[in-house]
């Protein structure tokens, strides 16, 4: 656990100061992909929300779910969306947000209320005067009832790869007035990401993982999901693609037989927390017959911040760290 | 051998018997009779320990209300009016089930259970049936069948609640001579209601005639069996003859404009 | 039904014991871990004493085997049989086929006690999920017990089983709501609840074997000794009181054991439905109405059912799992299907 806490550290350490520096240019692939886009380059400081907005508003941005145009910079953001709560703070819009769900709870002090992301109220979400809402899905007819309030509604779904988390981060930028410091935090994570895979190595195809998402039943997640893509950077070998089937839309239910014969030699853990499964390392342990597993048997159990493995939002860089430190060590035995 | 003193039912808030009084010696057939509603079966079920009541019932000298369910099930055998049967159930099962009363809780019918309800069975000619469900039998055959199950428990007290509505006039003497019989040889006690006032008559040492919860006479057959009673009690017109035995033969009399 | 043999009770609890040995030595060849038979026979007669034949197994196989594959068999057969034998008992006690073991709000207590578990108890760990669903279970019960005597006492439809049944609807029904508002409050455990309500064996462990064993004997016992009092039930209330039995103390007591059967069950496997409606449907069509052997058979064969469908849950799609609950109702509902084909309208 101690490198890890270290590792992160240094993560979020690392960027908060590129979102302070707030070096004018940012990479092009994260340029967003919106109608009138050219941002003044290089602008004022990330964290002043007081940047002047009026020239990039009013803005369309090429949401996934299709075009959303915005008029004006909005002042009072609802969040309906835990990684859209971080990537509203992290560009600087947290003074916008008014509202956020009641699974957002990242970073401290977000105002937390009980609307609920899953099965939205449009009613509730109304209640706050919202004048841009960002959500992870469209549930309980929330866009068209939003729309009839003429309230734009911003829907940035689970990413699949991390270009889009990328492109989400600068879309909710670029939606807020923030574009430059969202561009910024991007590039920041970038460069995070690249040191880390340089460090720990990309051709890790001798090491194989297990990647835990839930136990009793076992589910887990391939290397097609957001979360198995990241850890195939390292050119790890993900256990569970062998078992999957079209239908379980990359998270297969394992039995735990097929667990130990395949001999992970890493078993990343997303359901430790309290919250979410308890599922500590100490308790795959004490699992009848798990004891037998390279993973087990050399300490590569890892807990992972089990929130920054769920989501894909401006944490990544940690959720990368987290793997690295495991395949180092790993790799090291 | 059976003594009721008084009895009074309340269901749902109406009272339905209001002091009824009869007795019956051992061996002795006493058998209700009345218009439909008057309370007979409610009589039968108080005795069967089924119903709250008010004043007494006495088996001997015991108190009904005394007994406990397993004691008083050996007593009493009771067939109801319109008993549950249970489709699936096969014939030698449901007998059986009469000698839930000699059963320990925790205990299996034995050898000589099935002795018991076999010779029930022989009994009420329905032998033949005991490898058959209790819905592959017809109507008569399932009251025989009743009748052996509650013959299996070897009874003191015979409560017969209705028991040859279905039955052919040849089943329905058989089964009324075998109780007969059973009665005078084994001293079984037998307290039956019976539609057929004629039958009712040949059968029972007493008649008791109900009315609205109330004993409107009660006696021998031929002091209760009357023009007068009858149609005063059940607004039927009948003429009453005199059998070859001396018995009362009740026939009715249609209304000849 | 032909008629009865004699001697036929005893050929077909033979036959179901049979089935249940049969079943388990299937499940035990097969797997995702590929064991080989001929090392897994080895190692099996290994455990056998004195008989002194050293296992080919390596230690990771030998654990496959006998730390997996052998405590999920004999989980598997327990639940199994509890859930069966409860199906059956309810049965009795409500005369009506159709009763589950998840009746009486048993499953919706338990589905609400897992749920207020992982949402609010986290911190005590994972072990506390299959004592709060134990304690769901039994609670559930008890409520529309509650439920039912009060309506029974007060209400219009008596104090027979039919105002329980309808009291453990609603309780069921309440219950089930009250969860949803529990997991609504807590969207990220929603994946974690689900799982646990499809049902699974595959956090099985001899731990939890030895976990159920006291509830599942003395329960299966208590049960078995009634099935007597239960086919007396069967002629209603009224003619089972005038035979010397006391409807409402029967009911009581076997209802008692009937919720601790499956709140053992569900405790170690979740939710896993059918198997409580269709092996003692199948027992009846076999042996008839009698619960003397209707209980018995169905105990067996819920065993060896439930060990069948955990072995294709656990294979079919190896090496991924299907949920058992899927498995049950997939081969479940068809083969219920066929057997109501030969059924006759009367039975309901
Ligand atoms: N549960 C009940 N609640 C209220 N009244 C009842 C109840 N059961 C029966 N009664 C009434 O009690 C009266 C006596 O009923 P009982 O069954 O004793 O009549 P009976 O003499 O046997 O009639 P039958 O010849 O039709 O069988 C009837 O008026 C009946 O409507
Ligand atoms: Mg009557």
Not at chain 1, 292 to 319: F, Q, S, T, Y
Not at chain 3, 182 to 188: A, K
Not at chain 3, 324 to 339: E, H, S, Y
């Amino acid at each position: 656990m101690k490198p890890l806490t270290s590792a992160a550290s240094a993560v979020l350490a690392a960027c908060a100061l590129t979102a302070l520096a707030a070096c004018g240019s940012s990479g092009s692939s994260s340029q967003p992909s919106a109608q009138p886009a050219s941002p003044a380059p290089g602008g004022g400081p990330a964290t002043s929300s007081a940047t002047p907005a009026v020239a990039q508003f009013p803005v369309t941005i090429s949401a996934p779910g299709g075009p959303v145009t915005i008029k004006a910079q909005p002042a009072r953001i609802v969040s309906l969306s835990p990684t859209a709560t971080e990537d509203l703070f992290a560009v600087g819009a947290g003074k916008q947000v008014v509202a956020v769900d009641l699974s957002s709870n990242y970073p401290s002090g977000v105002p937390k209320t009980s609307l609920n992301g899953v099965t939205p109220n449009v009613e509730a979400v109304a209640g706050y005067h919202p004048s841009l809402v960002v959500t992870d899905q469209d549930a309980n007819g929330l866009v068209a009832g939003m729309k009839k309030l003429g309230v734009p509604v911003l829907v940035e779904p689970a990413a699949a790869s991390i270009d889009e988390a990328y492109a989400q981060i600068t879309q909710i930028g670029q939606a807020t007035g923030h574009l430059a410091s969202a561009q910024d935090v991007v590039a920041g994570m970038r460069a995070n990401i690249a040191a880390d895979l340089a460090k720990a190595g990309t051709a890790h195809s001798d090491l194989s993982y297990f990647w835990e998402v839930s136990a009793n039943p076992y589910y887990s997640a391939t290397s097609k999901t957001f979360a198995g893509s990241i850890a195939a950077m390292f050119g790890l070998k993900n256990i569970a693609d062998a078992a999957a089937k079209a239908a379980d839309g990359g998270y297969p239910q394992l039995t735990p037989e097929y667990i130990l014969s395949a001999k992970p030699q890493i078993i990343f853990l997303t359901d430790n927390q309290a919250t979410d499964g308890g599922q500590t390392p100490a308790v795959v342990a004490a699992r009848p017959g798990w004891p037998a597993i390279p993973a087990v048997k050399n300490h590569e159990v890892i807990a992972m911040n089990d929130d920054v493995a769920a989501r894909w939002g401006p944490r990544l860089p940690l959720l990368v760290a987290e793997i690295a430190a495991a395949v180092e060590s790993a790799a090291g035995k | 051998m059976i003594t009721v003193r008084d009895l009074t039912v309340t269901l749902d808030q109406t009272r339905v018997l209001h002091g009824v009084s009869c007795q019956t010696p051992p061996g002795g057939w006493l058998c209700l009779i009345g218009p439909n509603g008057a309370g007979k079966s409610t009589v039968l079920r108080a005795a069967a320990g089924l119903l709250a009541y008010g004043g007494t019932i006495r088996l001997g000298e015991a108190d009904l209300g005394s007994l406990r369910g397993r004691a008083r099930a050996r007593a009493i055998a009771y067939v109801p009016q319109a008993p549950v049967l249970p489709p699936d159930m096969l014939v030698a099962d449901y007998v059986l089930l009469g000698r839930t009363p000699h059963l320990g809780y925790l205990s299996r019918p034995g050898r000589r259970d099935r002795l018991v309800a076999e010779a029930a069975l022989d009994k009420l000619d329905v032998s033949q049936f005991t490898g058959r469900r209790l819905e592959q039998m017809s109507g008569g055959e399932r009251q025989r069948v009743v009748l052996a199950r509650a013959l299996a428990a070897e009874p003191s007290v015979l409560l017969l609640d209705e028991p040859t509505s279905m039955l052919d006039i040849g089943h329905q003497q058989q089964v009324l001579e075998l109780v007969d019989g059973l009665r005078r040889s084994a001293g079984l006690t037998v307290v039956s209601t019976l539609h057929d006032l004629t039958i009712a008559g040949q059968y029972a040492d007493e008649l008791v005639l109900l009315n609205a919860g109330r004993v409107a006479a009660a006696g021998s057959a031929v002091a209760v069996l009357t023009p007068g009673l009858i149609a005063e009690v059940y607004g039927a017109r009948v003429e009453v003859r005199k059998g070859h035995d001396g018995r009362p033969v009740v026939a009715p009399v249609r209304n000849v404009q | 039904m032909k008629p009865r043999r004699p001697g036929s009770r005893a050929a077909l609890i033979g036959a179901a014991a049979a089935f249940v040995v049969a079943a388990a030595l299937v499940s035990v060849f097969v797997g995702a871990a590929n064991l080989n038979p001929v090392a897994v026979a080895t190692a099996l007669a290994g455990k056998i004493p004195f008989l002194g034949v050293h296992s080919g197994l390596s230690a990771l196989d030998s654990a496959v085997l006998f730390q997996i594959r052998l405590p999920r068999i004999v989980l598997g057969a327990l639940v199994g049989a509890l859930l069966a034998v409860t199906g059956a008992g309810y049965q009795g006690v409500f005369r009506n086929p159709l009763v589950d073991s998840g009746m009486l709000g048993a499953s919706a207590g338990a589905g609400l006690g897992a749920t207020i578990a992982i949402v609010y108890l986290g911190g005590l760990g994972p072990a506390v999920v299959p004592v709060a669903a134990f304690t769901g279970s039994l609670a559930g019960v008890a409520i529309a017990s509650l439920a039912g005597a009060i309506g029974a006492a007060r209400g219009s439809l008596g104090s027979g089983p039919a105002t329980l049944l309808l009291a453990g609807i609603a309780v069921g029904m309440f219950l089930t709501a009250a969860q949803t508002v529990v997991l609504q409050r807590s969207t990220q455990v929603l994946q974690q609840v689900y799982s646990w309500l499809l049902g699974s064996l595959s956090g099985a462990s001899w731990q939890q074997v030895i976990e159920i064993l006291p509830y599942a004997g003395v329960s299966v016992a208590v049960i078995l000794l009634h099935g007597r009092h239960l086919d007396v039930l069967s002629v209603g209330d009224d003619e089972a009181r005038a035979l010397g039995i006391n409807p409402r103390a029967v009911r009581a007591i076997a209802i008692g054991s009937c919720a601790l059967a499956a709140a053992a069950a569900v405790a170690v496997s979740g939710l896993i439905g059918f198997v409580g409606i269709i092996v003692p449907h199948v027992a009846r069509r076999l042996a008839g109405p009698s619960y003397l052997t209707v209980l018995p058979l169905s105990l067996l064969g819920g065993a060896g059912f439930l060990v069948l469908a955990d072995t294709l849950a656990r294979t079919v799609l190896a090496p991924a799992e299907l949920p058992i609950g899927v498995v049950t109702a997939l081969i479940g509902a068809p083969a219920f299907i066929w057997v109501l084909r030969g059924t006759r309208a009367v039975d309901t």
